[in-house]
DNA sequence: CTTTACCCTCCAGCTGGTGGAGGGTTTATA
DNA sequence: TATAAACCCTCCACCAGCTGGAGGGTAAAG
């Protein structure tokens, strides 16, 4: 399967699948003319990869899961510790991000938003943090 | 007042001060030996700027609402709606981080976690997309 | 037989910095 | 007064995770 097909078949960019390749995560055959050739093993790999990264995971992350899916001899703990890892940094990120969006939304709230040009935004940022406290 | 002091009265690291200048967003005075001089407005931008990157502004939106705090005849109404497209994107990414926690924690909940090589979070990141519907 | 749509490699750039090499300066201490 | 610690400087390279483009070869369609 050429590259212009793995990408119809996985949803990822050929850009991203030649890098992907370039930094050791899949794997391809080369035809006579030079063409990548990837095997439905690599493609299952692809796959893996774009769903993974949708799902937050790091691409070194993935690596490990790779690794982990290549092994028969692997324990689901493994794979469920990855995950819940991956899990953490999800809800610490969402935690940020809401303080993040009290903090913005009380700031705006304060701005008249008129054409005059007294800002309660730009005093907020202005003073040397504590505002959020 | 040299760059030491600003990072301590700012809170930036002397590497970042550094870039902020390299890109135009703060300029310094030079000393006689080659040493950066900041005076007070500029570490008042500074100060600013330090306070918009923790609030998500990006470095060019910092440099508009820099722009605006400049300008004594600004309608406070572009500094709201600038900390407005800030906290619809913020809020975006939130929506974004609780679907994938949604997923994460579903997938997590299916597995396993033990010996055995078999792990629904494999299974369900080998599907071509779809499971999250 | 040409056009279009692929494919290839390699290099550069994006955001927002950070680390280090290799140097000069200033301040504190022995 | 010597010297060591703690500053400061510039410049170059690197991180993630791609993306865009230049400059070229190849394959399928009309």
């Known amino acids: 399967m050429n590259i212009g097909h793995a990408s119809a078949e996985t949803g990822l960019p050929v850009k991203t699948i030649r890098y992907y390749e370039d930094i050791g995560l899949v794997s391809a055959d080369r035809a006579a003319n030079g063409y990548r050739d990837f095997d439905a093993p690599q493609i299952a790999r692809l796959r893996l990869l774009a769903q993974a990264r949708l799902m937050g995971f790091s691409l070194e992350e993935c690596r490990a899961l790779l690794a982990l899916e290549a092994d028969p001899t692997r324990h689901s703990r ?6 819940e890892q991956n899990l953490i940094s999800v809800r610490e990120k969402i935690a940020n991000l809401q303080a993040l969006e009290a903090r913005l939304t009380d700031l705006i709230s304060k701005c008249h938003g ?20």
Chains 1, 2 share one sequence.
């Open 78 to 83: 493994d794979v469920r510790d990855l995950a």
């Open 114 to 133: 008129d054409e005059a040009p007294d800002c309660a935004i730009l005093d907020g940022l202005s003073t040397s943090a504590s505002t959020a406290r």
